[in-house]
């Protein structure tokens, strides 16, 4: 992968970007990724390389989080927010048209940014991954997030044989650590890759970022939309069922829903064959 660069937000937050070529690549629009909540860059797990086989891809971690920092630890987060920093991402690299997708928050992001875009921007085509217009606050997963979150005991596994137990225990995505169990390669690779981002992902920007994405309701805008959108879901997804996404389907006009078989929240993990999808939608 590429080395990271840095790009400076007026208020001082520092966003860690990196841009990943193929010399093969035949679309010309690159396309903008963004991760999900409490998660960095490298979370996307290698499916960012295979989509830049077809197109550049440019990846980066939300402020706080990561390589990517706040100017102040008090400083307000919003999605609204975290949309100012993708277009400004994007500003930078002088970039003037673009697709985009989203990973769960980091498609809420998305859909934000679509409704914001200035008229020197083009957002030619959306797309939005295992991610719901609203949270269900009493929903048990949701509930069980909060509680997580609120507890004082909260810490991520500190060694790549604790990361593999919480994987293997399947308390969050079931089919993944079925996936994982069978994969025992890519078990290993994916423990260890988040293990060792334990560091730069921050309890309380984890925390805020989960405030930032509980009190965002998407749902009564989602008709004003008019970019081109795919929307893939994992059919067995029980962090964010596939209501969402039939809702995402419904209310967005130009809108495609991809429902994946025996999937779910981690779909780009157990399915990386979506790739073939995006990259059609795209090209």
């Not at 193929?22 to 409490?38: D, F, Y």
């Not at 979150?149 to 596994?157: A, G, K």
């Amino acid at each position: 992968m590429s080395e990271t660069s840095f790009f400076e937000q007026q208020d001082g937050s520092k966003i860690a970007y990196k841009i990943l070529k193929s010399a093969n690549a035949k679309n010309e629009v690159p396309l903008v990724m963004i991760i999900g909540l409490s998660t960095t860059k490298e979370q996307f797990y290698g499916f960012e390389k295979e989509l830049a086989k077809y197109q550049q891809v440019i990846v980066f971690d939300n402020r706080g989080i990561g390589e990517s920092t706040v100017a102040s630890p008090n400083d307000p987060m919003t999605l609204e927010l975290l949309a100012q920093d993708t277009i400004g991402l994007i500003k930078h690299l002088g970039i003037k048209k673009f697709n985009l997708l989203g990973e769960a928050m980091g498609a809420r992001i998305g859909v934000l940014l679509s409704l914001k875009l200035s008229s020197d921007l083009k957002l030619e085509k959306l797309i939005i991954i295992n991610s719901a217009p609203r949270i269900d606050t009493n929903s048990k997963v949701v509930q069980a997030v909060e509680a997580l979150y609120e507890s004082s005991t909260f810490s991520l596994p500190k060694t790549v044989q604790e990361q593999k137990d919480e994987f293997l225990k399947g308390e969050r995505d079931p089919i993944l650590a079925k996936y994982l169990l069978e994969h025992p390669d890519k078990l290993e690779q994916i423990a260890e890759i988040t293990v060792n981002l334990a560091p730069r992902r921050p309890l309380e920007i984890m925390k805020r970022q989960w405030e930032a994405n509980k009190s965002c309701d998407l749902t009564p805008r989602l008709k004003e939309i008019q970019t081109p959108t795919l929307i893939i879901h994992g059919e067995s997804n029980t962090t964010v069922p596939i209501e969402n996404a039939e809702i995402f389907n419904r209310e967005i006009p130009n809108s495609v829903l991809i429902k994946v078989p025996n999937a779910g929240h981690s779909v780009f993990i157990t399915s990386p064959e979506i790739a073939n999808k995006i990259n059609e939608f795209c090209n």
